[in-house]
């Protein structure tokens, strides 16, 4: 997000907020899970607006999983696209990885995509919520 935002100066500030009891060096999950969503949300919510975009990540420690929202106030999903039948490379990718996790590891992985209009006509952008088994490498 810091590469992103000093290559788009004054383009959208983000911020981090995780909980202060999670503990990372000993937390396992699957790596570049929450990265294309955090681009998608940079590239393409940001894009061709006029006013600030603003990206916050929500990192919360649930246990079993890991709980990531990601949030920004850009333009939202094109819900036109998705009509036409166009899908991301990403979420393909996304998908995949996430039925084989859940296939190897027998464990829930929740996955949750919004438009923010859909449920408030005054807000805009796109909420992804990410529930993350974490993975026993023993």
């Not at 929500?58 to 949030?71: A, C, H, L, T, Y």
Request: aromatic share 8%; net charge negative.
């Amino acid at each position: 997000m810091e590469l992103e935002k000093m290559r788009n100066p004054g383009k959208f500030d983000f911020t981090v907020l995780a909980d202060e009891n999670i503990e990372s060096d000993f937390i396992r999950i699957p790596p570049m899970m929450i990265q294309p969503f955090i681009e998608n949300a940079i590239k393409h919510g940001f894009s061709d607006i006029d006013y600030p975009g603003l990206l916050t990540l929500k990192i919360s420690d649930k246990d079993k999983w890991v709980e990531f929202v990601i949030e920004d106030n850009g333009k939202g999903l094109n819900t036109e696209k998705a009509e036409t039948g166009h899908h991301s490379m990403a979420m393909q990718i996304f998908e995949k990885r996430r039925k084989l996790i859940q296939q190897k590891h027998k464990k829930e992985f929740k996955f949750e995509i919004k438009n923010l209009k859909d449920t408030d006509a005054l807000k805009s952008g796109v909420r992804i919520c990410i529930n993350v088994p974490v993975l026993d490498y023993d």
